[in-house]
């Protein structure tokens, strides 16, 4: 690429932001981050409802400019019906694989009123870590409550925010 008569190389990272939020209801299990919280309410879904792995999926779909999470995984596919976020994160990791790209850093939000996410933090970033193959290091997630305003607020609801950024591996191949 030239600029101004000067040579740019692209440095291969990529951005992608994700947001999802899901309804609380009784009698089902809630599940954010890949990890199984117990609470009196769960999310509902056409699949596990898993906010936190939903906002993640779609800021790496993002980062690779291949649409959202429901052009993937529609909730129409019967195929799709009650699977657990984790395998659509883990598939939507394989799609940055087959692309050359390896995630550098991902950080999250989950806002909630209740109940209390930081005592789950530690065991998120690490089921999150282990389904895109990196460092703890390079997992963040933050929780923050929405004052007791809107659907969140008022606890009817859970939301997600995510940021990714995406590297392009450099392959040698051909290197002894």
Do not use: W
């Amino acid at each position: 690429m030239r600029d101004n008569g000067l040579v740019c190389q692209k440095s291969g990272v990529r951005i992608g932001i994700g947001y999802d939020i899901h309804r609380l209801v009784e009698e089902r299990p809630l599940f954010l981050g890949g990890v199984d919280i117990p609470y009196v309410k769960g999310l509902i879904g056409y699949s596990d409802g898993d906010v936190v792995l939903h906002a993640i999926a779609d800021a790496l779909l993002g980062a690779l400019s291949l649409g959202d999470i429901g052009e993937h995984f529609p909730n129409t596919d019967p195929d799709y019906k009650d699977i657990q976020s984790k395998e659509i994160l883990k598939k939507v990791a394989e799609m940055a694989a087959s692309k050359n790209y390896v995630v550098n850093n991902v950080d999250t939000v989950i806002i909630a009123e209740e109940p209390k996410i930081y005592p789950f933090k530690d065991k998120m970033v690490e089921v999150i870590a282990e389904i895109l193959g990196v460092d703890k290091s390079r997992i963040n997630i933050k929780a923050t409550t929405n004052e007791g305003v809107g659907s969140i607020g008022k606890g009817d609801a859970i939301a997600a925010y995510a940021v990714a950024t995406l590297e392009k591996e450099v392959r040698h191949d051909n290197l002894p």
